[in-house]
């Protein structure tokens, strides 16, 4: 910052103003003195060429999982800028963002780095991260990221050891795949069944109580 670099946040979240609205709300309950290097402006939403939108609102951009299209308004905004550093915790999202930097003409002039920080330290050792669940499709080591993780220099025996890791934590701790289905109590699901048709029928017998009292008093008036 204090060498004139421009810092933005780019979250892959839904280009929604709420959404840019929330990241400002984060920013300004941190006790670290984030709002002084990300300040806010007025919020838009953007259509761009391809069809895909994007929110901006001064330096935080949401842009769903196209955070390539943030760098490329960055850019724009900034002609002068030379060099660009992308920071990211997902592997999937610098991957993605390195590939968009080597294909597209209009950064060919710009030097542009994607770097992946990888949170295991801080989610297996401090434990100042919880991480994400080993089914999940966010999940770092996830074996379909395998060409991904590689590209970033951590060798498939690594991630193995690390992706063992991970699921060894999640067993200790009782977690369990959030996206797996329960199985069904059959008989508590009667139970409720027959309370939902006992209320019904209570408020039946309510609403005709009701409308008979209702009717009564109309016809005193």
């Known amino acids: ?44 939403v953007r259509s761009l060429e391809d ?10 951009f949401a842009t ?7 760098i490329a308004q960055v850019l724009l905004e900034f002609p002068a800028v ?16 390195a590939h968009s930097m080597e294909s597209w003409p209009a950064l060919k002039q710009v030097e542009c ?5 990888d949170p295991y330290v801080e989610e297996m050792e401090l434990r100042t991260m919880f991480p994400e669940h080993t089914s999940s499709s966010d999940f770092n080591y996830a074996p379909f990221l395998e060409e991904d993780l590689s590209r970033f220099g951590v060798a498939k025996e690594e991630q193995a050891t690390r992706r063992a890791a991970y699921q060894e934590r999640e067993e200790a701790e009782g977690r369990r795949d959030p996206n797996a289905r329960e199985e069904i109590d059959v008989k508590r699901l009667k139970d409720v069944e027959g309370n939902n048709a006992r ?9 005709g109580a009701a409308r008979r009292a209702s009717g009564r008093l109309s016809l005193s008036r």
């Not at 209320?199 to 609403?207: D, E, K, N």
């Open 82 to 97: 030379k060099r660009v550093i992308f920071v990211d915790d997902a592997v999937v999202n610098a991957s993605a963002v």
């Open 64 to 70: 769903g999982y196209h955070k390539a299209n943030a």
């Open 1 to 44: 910052r204090e060498s004139g670099a421009i810092l933005r946040i780019v979250t892959a979240r839904e280009p929604r103003t709420m959404v840019v609205e929330g990241v400002f709300a984060a920013i300004e309950r941190s006790p670290a003195g984030l709002a002084e290097l990300f300040p806010r402006d007025a919020i838009s």
């Open 51 to 60: 069809g895909a939108k994007i929110a901006v609102g001064g330096a935080v």
């Open 113 to 117: 780095v994607s770097v992946w920080w």
């Open 199 to 207: 209320l019904t029928a209570l408020f039946g017998r309510m609403g």
